[in-house]
C-alpha cells in the first residue's frame, strides 16, 4: 500500500471529499482560530452512559462464558 496515498484519502474521507486533498484548510493556525463551544457536562454525562453500557455487556459476557460478545 502506497502510504502517502493511503494518508490522503484517509484526510480526504474525514473532510467528505475523496480524491481532493484539502488538507491547507485545516492548519494548526486555522484550527487555533476556529471558536469552540465545549459542553462538559454533556460530554461527561455521555461517557457516563457508554461506560455503563460497556459495564453491562461485560458483565452479561462474564455470566454466560461468552468472551466474543
Same mark, same amino acid.
Given at each position: 500500500?502506497?502510504?502517502?496515498?493511503?494518508?490522503?484519502?484517509?484526510?480526504?474521507?474525514? %473532510?467528505?471529499?475523496?480524491? &481532493?486533498? #484539502?488538507? @491547507?484548510?485545516?492548519?494548526?493556525?486555522?484550527?487555533?482560530?476556529?471558536? %469552540?463551544?465545549?459542553?462538559? &457536562?454533556? #460530554?461527561? @454525562?455521555y461517557q457516563s452512559a457508554v461506560e455503563?453500557?460497556?459495564?453491562?455487556?461485560?458483565?452479561?459476557?462474564r455470566r454466560t462464558g461468552n468472551a466474543?460478545?
Amino acid at each position: 500500500m502506497n502510504m502517502m496515498r493511503h494518508c490522503r484519502q484517509c484526510r480526504a474521507d474525514a %473532510v467528505g471529499l475523496l480524491g &481532493e486533498d #484539502r488538507s @491547507a484548510e485545516f492548519t494548526t493556525d486555522k484550527i487555533m482560530e476556529m471558536e %469552540v463551544s465545549y459542553d462538559l &457536562e454533556s #460530554r461527561q @454525562a455521555y461517557q457516563s452512559a457508554v461506560e455503563q453500557e460497556r459495564s453491562q455487556r461485560c458483565g452479561e459476557k462474564r455470566r454466560t462464558g461468552n468472551a466474543r460478545g
